[in-house]
């Protein structure tokens, strides 16, 4: 079981970038979503998070993205991504995505089953 986030790279401020989260043996639409992102000397901080199917569909923001980001599936594609518009300098960070039973209003603090290895998004000012 594995998962890899995909789709970082250098963008302007102001600019968008969409990463993919991508799974090998398992379907991710069973899964709940989780994005995260680090930053250097920084903690780890919840982005998003998507529930999975025979659950009632819900997103989860941290409020320093909504408005900005978008999660989102694509079942057929077996992948889960993450549009990121209106680029700020302080977005830049390695971004991971996660996948456990489901979404909650504390899905940031809760424990994730699988990880991907991060992709780096770097914003330049």
């Known amino acids: 079981v594995q998962l890899q986030a995909s789709g970082g790279g250098l963008v302007q401020t102001g600019g968008s970038r969409r990463l993919s989260c991508a799974a090998s043996?398992?379907?991710?639409?069973?899964?709940?979503i989780g994005w995260f992102r680090q930053a250097p000397g920084k903690e780890r901080e919840g982005v998003a998070c998507?529930?999975?199917?025979?659950?009632?569909?819900?997103?989860y923001y941290a409020e320093f993205v909504k408005g900005r980001f978008s999660i989102s599936r694509d079942n057929a594609k077996n992948t889960v991504s993450l549009q990121m518009n209106s680029l700020k300098p302080e977005d830049t960070a390695v971004y991971y995505c996660?996948?456990?039973?489901?979404?909650?209003?504390?899905?940031?603090?809760?424990?994730?089953?699988?990880w991907g290895q991060g992709t780096q998004v770097t914003v330049s000012s």
């Open positions: 043996r398992f379907t991710l639409d069973y899964y709940a």
């Open positions: 996660g996948a456990r039973a489901g979404c909650d209003s504390l899905w940031y603090q809760r424990d994730f089953d699988y």
């Open positions: 998507m529930s999975g199917s025979g659950h009632l569909t819900t997103t």
